[in-house]
């Protein structure tokens, strides 16, 4: 497998997509695994915000413009998804980098949206925004709301966008000692279940990888074990966003059930400078004579298999 990304070309100003030449060779999955590597062409965009007056905020970061009977306060604020049903990587990305770019213009604006989880507060904080952060616990009418549309999973922040929020949140680059760092699905909001994680997780533990939990530890650990990777093994795309706490030059294998891989992960690994490759898991299925594993969300599941993951990992 050639871990080098393919590079990225420029079509239209705020767009681009990922250049389609060469083979992408998945190093796992089925022996049909080359036709299910995932698009061969990715979309990067730039974030836009709408202004909506007297509109409503809810707690999961959506606006409604009918305030109905709420009275509106005299206040600008940005709304932001926040709280402990969004992944670290969603908060970093999915509008936050849109936001950070606007709030210079308005001084006195604030943000809103669910309770922040403490890994969220942690980056609130490291870029200063933690007291001007309005936790939601019920919906709130503002007589002005910013609202960034946030990206669909498949698309990547154009580097313009993001690599100024990151370049504020990452710690200084120490890839000295070689490091590999695991990050697995987050337990909500899963759109398959991990039927085999807990014989992963000790497998990847003998091996000396570091486990992360974003969503449970301090943000500062978090930065810091990611500025040390020289390797990254991804299995979560929603947890792309978490890449551009890397050092330049780290190598990424981005883990997806086969049929499932994105452009999301790719193309941020091309904006911050990252080596990317892909390993492909077993397709989803639904076992029906096989309970789904203990906490899951979804039905359909599906395996990582260990013994290829280590033959990738060490070609590396």
């Not at 400078?273 to 906490?295: D, E, I, K, M, N």
Request: charged fraction near 20%; proline fraction near 9%.
């Amino acid at each position: 497998m050639n871990d080098s990304a393919t590079p990225l070309e420029s079509t239209t100003p705020g767009r681009k997509r990922l250049g389609s030449h060469g083979r992408i060779l998945p190093l796992g999955g089925s022996r049909w695994g080359r036709f299910f590597a995932g698009p061969k062409t990715g979309e990067m965009r730039d974030y836009e915000i709408a202004l909506h007056q007297n509109a409503v905020c809810f707690p999961d970061g959506t606006v409604r413009a009918d305030a109905g009977e709420l009275q509106a306060e005299d206040a600008t604020v940005f709304t932001l998804a926040a709280g402990p049903g969004v992944t670290l990587g969603s908060f970093l990305t999915a509008a936050l980098p849109g936001i950070a770019a606007m709030l210079p213009d308005y001084p006195h604006a604030a943000l809103a949206g669910g309770v922040p989880a403490p890994a969220q507060r942690g980056v609130l904080a490291r870029l200063g925004l933690a007291e001007r952060y309005v936790p939601l616990a019920t919906p709130r009418c503002f007589a002005r709301v910013m609202a960034c549309g946030g990206l669909p999973e498949r698309v990547a922040p154009a580097a313009a966008s993001i690599e100024p929020l990151m370049a504020r949140l990452r710690d200084p680059a120490a890839m000295r000692v070689p490091c590999t760092v695991a990050v697995l699905p987050a337990m909500f909001g899963q759109r398959f279940a991990l039927r085999n994680r807990a014989s992963l997780s000790a497998w990847l533990r003998a091996r000396r990888v570091v486990l992360l939990a974003p969503e449970s530890e301090p943000f500062e650990d978090t930065a810091a074990l990611l500025a040390r990777a020289t390797h990254v093994l991804l299995a979560d795309a929603r947890d792309a966003g978490l890449l551009g706490l890397c050092t330049p030059g780290a190598k990424v294998l981005e883990v997806a059930p086969e049929g499932w891989a994105s452009g999301r992960v790719r193309g941020l690994c091309e904006v911050f400078g990252l080596r990317w490759s892909l390993f492909l898991a077993t397709p989803p299925s639904y076992a029906l004579l096989r309970a789904p594993p203990f906490g899951a969300g979804a039905p359909l599941s599906y395996e990582i298999p260990i013994p290829a993951l280590g033959q990738a990992l060490s070609t590396l």
